[in-house]
């Protein structure tokens, strides 16, 4: 069945530094791919989604591309702030049903 | 315009209990998703609602089961309850047929 693998956590970075998050997935044809980020008591956030292959989606900074031929969706932001301390969700769904999440990383940005 | 709206906040069962969970989607949205996130772990899908039917069930026994009402809205019911069901659940909500899908808060549920 459908999959996503993420990388495991805690990811921490120093203020200003590059961030990637590592997401694959397993599955056939072409699933909507998100990420979504979670803050400490809140619920999840669309951050930003692609649709079909080779779609980047970007918000607030992050960006993450849809490679079907490595089956990855890796998240990635320039410069990270203090603010961005969360865990981040890859997940993918088919049309307008479930969603499948990876286990979440948590991100920790030091000042 | 109010986001998903979920209640209550926390609760505190003990193994054997029932217990309803609410949630409000968003101004017109007519899908509603149910997940369960143990600590540390992603959600997991439940059910989703639409036209007041299930529409798709994730892996989960029949101790829990769901209604949505004419206004969209929706309850998670919960039978039986077993310390394992502790967790945070969330309920979504999507206008149909969009993929996106807008989370609430989330309710706190301890099974002691």
């Known amino acids: 069945g459908d999959s996503v693998t993420q990388m495991e956590g805690p990811v921490t970075l120093s203020e200003e530094a590059f961030l990637t998050i590592n997401c694959t997935y397993t599955?056939?044809?072409?699933?909507?791919l998100f990420w979504y980020v979670q803050y400490p008591g809140e619920g999840l956030q669309l951050l930003l989604k692609?649709?079909?292959?080779?779609d980047k989606g970007s918000n607030k900074g992050f960006e993450a591309t849809y490679r079907k031929e490595t089956t990855s969706f890796h998240l990635e932001k320039g410069s990270v702030q203090v603010s961005d301390s969360a865990v981040y969700f890859c997940a993918l769904s088919r049309g307008t049903y479930k969603y499948i999440f990876g286990t979440g990383t948590r991100l920790k940005v030091l000042a | 315009d109010a986001g998903v709206t979920q209640s209550p906040t926390h609760l505190i069962k003990t193994r054997g209990q029932q217990v309803t969970l609410r949630c409000s989607p968003k101004?017109?949205?007519?899908?509603v998703s149910w997940y369960q996130q143990a600590l540390g772990q992603g959600p997991q899908f439940i059910f989703q609602y639409y036209e007041e039917e299930e529409r798709q069930r994730g892996n989960f026994p029949d101790r829990f089961s769901g209604h949505q009402f004419p206004n969209y809205s929706s309850e998670l019911n919960v039978n039986a309850l077993l310390l394992g069901d502790s967790a945070l659940y969330l309920c979504a909500s999507s206008p149909d047929p969009s993929p996106i899908q807008y989370f609430g808060a989330g309710t706190r549920l301890s099974v002691l």
């Open positions: 599955a056939t044809g072409y699933p909507s």
């Open positions: 101004s017109g949205h007519d899908t």
């Open positions: 692609a649709t079909k292959a080779d």
